[in-house]
């Protein structure tokens, strides 16, 4: 059983195009992270996410924290081609052995 | 200077065969753990550690044996490979055992052949 299901699971859109990637669970999580994991090399992260509702921005990214804080999503905007990637978002319960448990993560690709 | 380096980089070997992959943080972290990475791009924890001591330990095969000499150290060898047993294996480390940034390596593919 995945704790954290991601949608879609791979994408592949044009340059200049916008997309929105989710993360979901029927659990309650104390914080959620987004990593990117580029071919050949260990996730990098992008953003911690704390309260339910909250938004943070990172240039043409933008993250949003669930009100209910079980869900979480990613928008890029004008996708370009070093977004190319694996997302994957990362969920810490808080009371369960202090450990982020992974989502099953999307790989992007932006065609030039 | 590598913040988290693991080696080898790439590891390729018979079934049956025991190896080990190192690791190494210079972050003065003190919690480190190793993550596998199936073929579907799964990333599912194994072992923590924080300052040597082991903290968490999922549900891994015992042919799996992690070792701390030190904090800045966690090591993993495993015994009597098996071809289900190929995959990436990710060494990380964090500030402590609360929530905090993970600061992953490059990755050890392993392929059993």
């Known amino acids: 059983t995945q704790l954290l299901e991601q949608s879609p699971q791979f994408l592949s859109i044009q340059e200049g195009e916008n997309l929105t990637v989710y993360c979901n669970s029927s659990?309650?999580?104390?914080?959620l992270q987004w990593y990117r994991q580029e071919p050949g090399e260990g996730p990098v992260l992008l953003v911690t996410v704390v309260t339910g509702g909250e938004v943070k921005k990172l240039k043409r990214l933008t993250f949003q924290f669930g009100d209910a804080r079980k869900d979480s999503s990613l928008h890029i905007t004008a996708a370009q081609p070093g977004d190319t990637g694996l997302y994957l978002c990362a969920g810490w319960f808080g009371n369960t052995g202090n450990q982020f448990y992974f989502g099953t993560g999307t790989s992007l690709t932006v065609i030039p | 200077d590598t913040a988290v380096s693991q080696t080898p980089k790439y590891l390729v070997t018979q079934m049956g065969n025991d190896k080990s992959i190192k690791c190494e943080q210079n972050l003065g972290h003190d919690t480190m753990y190793w993550y596998k990475q199936d073929s579907k791009k799964f990333l599912k924890i194994m072992f923590s550690?924080?300052?040597?001591?082991?903290?968490i330990n999922e549900t891994v095969p015992n042919r799996f044996s992690p070792k701390s000499p030190d904090k800045a150290h966690l090591n993993l060898h495993i015994n009597s490979l098996e071809l289900g047993d190929s995959a990436v294996y990710f060494c990380a480390s964090s500030q402590d055992t609360w929530a905090n940034v993970l600061t992953f390596g490059a990755g050890s593919r392993l392929t059993v052949l």
């Open positions: 659990s309650v999580f104390s914080s």
């Open positions: 550690y924080n300052n040597k001591e082991l903290i």
